[in-house]
């Protein structure tokens, strides 16, 4: 295993300073935003799609500061009902398989997206309950809708030999492991998660089992390290589906922390222990989204507990059991 850093809360540096700071923290492998809400600050896809020479400069200065790419990310709604939106999703999405192919990255971190709830319907609508009946039935909708998008997608990116690794996020149509599993058996192995912890904490949804669940199904194509803290004063009162803005942190049911501020470090050993148990064995993404702290401060808190809790060599021999 090792240890990556989603790079947009490192905006303001370049690439390279952003490199030079993360290797001297002792970060293995960044995950660029090429697209969508992350932005493309440190990877502009068009100024790397089809350049060979722009990627060879790219691979040089990530050799000279001894780091890998994990993933590509755009996260966006290629799904959304506005044309305009979906199609800019999926330009995005498309774009970045082919970059990430071209690159010889092999996966692109991306949201499932969510349709609207009927073929008329203007915005979309996350449907969390399936009652009154005509909510079931726009669950359904949704369900053909994406189908549909991602068997496609899903052929496109097998054919460019890439992971699509899918954020298990809230108004998504994927957001816990039972959607996530669904997809995938409605499309094909290239569709699996980018395994967030920090959205299923939250859902009440148990982080060792879930990472069980999905890696029975080999499911598991990338991996966010990204914490949070139930706020059990505010969550008594509203419960924990919250629409209190991020920033207003007193008043909110949850908050995303910083690794190890929502959860202790044996449980993030647990956790570690869990993925290599079902045969994870890649980069744990650091995705730095707590406002209580800097982003850098919050990067290197995280990776420091994460240095403890990965395991860095292969398993040896179980001589005792023989």
Same mark, same amino acid.
């Given at each position: 295993m090792n240890i990556g850093v989603h790079t947009p809360p490192l905006a303001d540096e370049s690439l390279e300073g952003a490199l030079e700071y993360l290797s001297d923290i002792g970060v293995d492998a960044i995950e660029p935003g090429v697209g969508g809400y992350p932005g493309d600050d440190h990877l502009v896809r068009d100024e790397y799609l089809d350049d060979e020479d722009a990627q060879s400069d790219l691979h040089d200065l990530l050799e000279e500061y001894g780091m890998g790419i994990s993933a590509l990310a755009t996260h966006n709604n290629? *799904?959304?009902?506005? &044309?305009? +939106?979906? =199609? /800019?999703?999926?330009? /995005? *999405?498309?774009?970045?398989? %082919? #970059?990430?192919?071209q690159l010889d990255v092999n996966t692109v971190t991306c949201f499932s997206g969510l349709p609207?709830?009927?073929? =008329? &319907? /203007?915005?979309?609508? @996350?449907?969390?309950?399936? @009652?009154p009946p005509e909510h079931a039935d726009a669950h359904e909708y949704q369900w053909e809708v994406a189908v549909d998008y991602w068997a496609d *997608?899903?052929?496109?990116? $097998?054919?460019?030999?890439?992971? #699509?690794?899918i954020e298990m996020h809230p108004n998504m149509l994927v957001y816990e492991p039972h959607g996530m599993a669904r997809l995938r058996e409605a499309t094909n192995e290239r569709v699996g998660a980018n395994f967030d912890p920090?959205? *299923?904490? @939250?859902?009440?949804?148990?982080?060792?089992?879930?990472?069980?669940? #999905? !890696? %029975? +199904?080999?499911?598991?194509?990338?991996?966010?390290?990204?914490?949070?803290?139930?706020?059990?004063e505010q969550a008594r009162e509203k419960g924990?589906?919250?629409?209190?803005?991020?920033?207003? %942190?007193?008043? +909110?049911?949850?908050?995303? +922390?910083?690794?190890?501020?929502?959860? $202790? %470090?044996?449980? @993030?050993? =647990?956790?570690?222990?869990?993925?290599?148990?079902? !045969?994870? =064995?890649?980069? #744990?993404?650091?995705?730095? /989204?707590d406002s209580l702290t800097s982003s850098r401060e919050g990067l290197e808190k995280a990776v420091e507990l994460l240095d403890r809790a990965v395991f860095r060599e292969t398993p040896g021999e179980a001589y005792w059991a023989e």
């Open positions: 290629p *799904l959304h009902p506005d &044309d305009e +939106r979906a =199609d /800019e999703a999926d330009t /995005e *999405l498309r774009e970045a398989i %082919e #970059l990430a192919a609207a709830g009927g073929p =008329d &319907d /203007e915005v979309p609508n @996350w449907i969390t309950a399936p @009652w *997608l899903a052929a496109f990116a $097998d054919d460019h030999g890439v992971d #699509l690794a920090s959205h *299923l904490y @939250w859902q009440g949804i148990s982080i060792t089992d879930a990472i069980r669940f #999905l !890696g %029975e +199904r080999d499911a598991i194509h990338h991996f966010h390290a990204k914490d949070t803290r139930i706020y059990e924990v589906l919250d629409t209190t803005a991020y920033d207003d %942190e007193p008043n +909110r049911s949850w908050l995303f +922390r910083s690794v190890g501020y929502g959860h $202790d %470090e044996s449980h @993030w050993k =647990d956790l570690v222990s869990t993925l290599r148990m079902v !045969g994870y =064995d890649g980069t #744990l993404s650091i995705e730095h /989204e």
